[in-house]
């Protein structure tokens, strides 16, 4: 009930309240002390301000709503979840609350603030070995702005999207990456062809197996956006895994509170050098579980391939850090965490490289013939980026 309830923190769902008529005072600061909640504010109606940012107060018990005019408006937890207007707390025909006093919980809380309106359904939703993986039309994400928009909002939202109906012949990661604005060049090239080859460059560019993994963790800025696309598709094997990072980050924590700390405090040394599109020597060092200031998780970035026999930590450090890797990675590659699927040729896979490990299975290599994946990078900035614009463009978002 009470995701119900904060999705409901929108403009639209703050006029559909009972009692909207009468507009109580706009504070402009939040100064707790000074509002009046004798009646909880609603918004300016006649500017019709957007909502900019929500924020749960816990302390104080207070959602504070910043509107797009630059006002600012809190709304107690107990009001909130009185005023609930879900089918199970008001009876719509009636406009009335069918929710009784007596299952009001005047201590309720508040996890999770997600709003519905301009900023729809760009809050993170995880998920494990059972996601219902979301599928586009190539063609249609390419020529329709509506399909490109919900393509973009669901690489945000689940952080992996599948397209269908793509031609079985290079070139179409780079058109697709058109769709967005450009590429993000690597030394692996503007795009990168993962092949068996002699003298593999890459353990990717092998027949082996790739066990869970980011992309290029060896960078200290890992690209965000990650799309593969099947040209050809073994005879045997070269099955794809997918896991959600964020989501087993935050199950680590819960799980194994000390190899979360661990992983997101001890930086770990990556290396990747060779010769692609130049030759290049790259090192970096990056916490496995990067976190915000505020503790949330931001980024994985693991690579077991990368990962550096260098180990800059002190030597009693060295043990601790082996064990909590290996929760880790035990956590991420538990069955009903880890979602499966076969390419075709013609399917393409978009996701977020940030949040996300990926992997394949080993394949029987033909040579020549044999397994082609076609591969490019992005960067959010640019992904957001077209997002926004289709934002606007489709639903007239600001
Ligand atoms: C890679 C990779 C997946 C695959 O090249 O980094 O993860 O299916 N490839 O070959
Ligand atoms: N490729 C696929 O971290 C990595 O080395 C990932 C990158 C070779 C461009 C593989
Ligand atoms: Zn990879």
Redesign the pocket.
């Given at each position: 009930m009470l995701s119900y309830l904060t999705r409901w923190v929108s403009r639209g769902a703050f006029q559909a309240l009972k009692g909207a008529s009468s507009r109580p005072q706009l504070v402009k600061t939040p100064h707790i002390g000074n509002q009046t909640l004798a009646a909880a504010p609603l918004p300016f109606t006649g500017g019709s301000p957007g909502v900019r940012q929500a924020r749960a107060l816990d302390q104080e018990r207070l959602l504070q709503i910043d509107w797009d005019d630059g006002s600012c408006s809190l709304y107690p937890f107990t009001w909130l979840r009185d005023n609930c207007q879900c089918p199970h707390c008001t009876l719509q025909s009636a406009q009335a609350r069918s929710l009784l006093f007596s299952n009001l919980d005047v201590h309720t809380g508040m996890d999770q603030v997600q709003l519905m309106d301009n900023k729809v359904g760009l809050e993170r939703e995880y998920w494990d070995s059972s996601l219902q993986i979301p599928t586009a039309d190539f063609q249609e994400v390419l020529h329709d702005d509506k399909a490109a928009l919900a393509w973009l909002e669901a690489l945000r939202r689940i952080g992996i999207v599948y397209l269908r109906g793509a031609p079985a012949e290079q070139g179409q990661v780079a058109r697709l990456s058109q769709r967005i604005g450009y590429l993000r060049l690597t030394f692996y090239g503007h795009t990168w062809q993962?092949q068996d080859k002699p003298m593999a460059n890459n353990v990717?560019y092998t027949s082996g197996e790739?066990s869970l993994?980011?992309?290029y963790p060896a960078l200290h800025h890992p690209p965000g956006v990650?799309f593969?696309h099947c040209v050809r598709q073994a005879d045997q094997g070269g099955e794809s895994e997918a896991v959600d990072g964020f989501h087993m980050a935050e199950q680590l924590r819960r799980e194994d509170p000390e190899a979360f700390n661990i992983l997101s405090s001890l930086r770990v040394d990556f290396t990747d050098s060779g010769a692609d599109y130049c030759d290049f020597s790259v090192q970096s060092k990056n916490h496995i579980i990067d976190v915000d200031s505020e503790g949330r998780v931001t980024r994985i970035n693991y690579?077991n391939a990368t990962r550096d026999s260098v180990l800059d930590m002190p030597v009693h450090q060295v043990q601790p850090f082996y064990s909590s890797l290996k929760a880790f990675v035990e956590l991420l590659s538990r069955p009903e965490n880890v979602f499966t699927y076969r390419m075709e040729p013609g399917d393409l896979v978009t996701f977020d490289?940030w949040r996300l490990l990926?992997?394949?299975k080993s394949y029987l290599s033909r040579g020549q013939n044999s397994r082609h994946l076609e591969?490019a990078y992005l960067d959010w900035d640019e992904v957001m980026s077209r997002l926004r614009i289709l934002q606007k463009a489709v639903r007239g978002d600001s």
């Open positions: 993962v990717a790739l993994h980011t992309d990650q593969l690579n490289n990926h992997g394949r591969g």
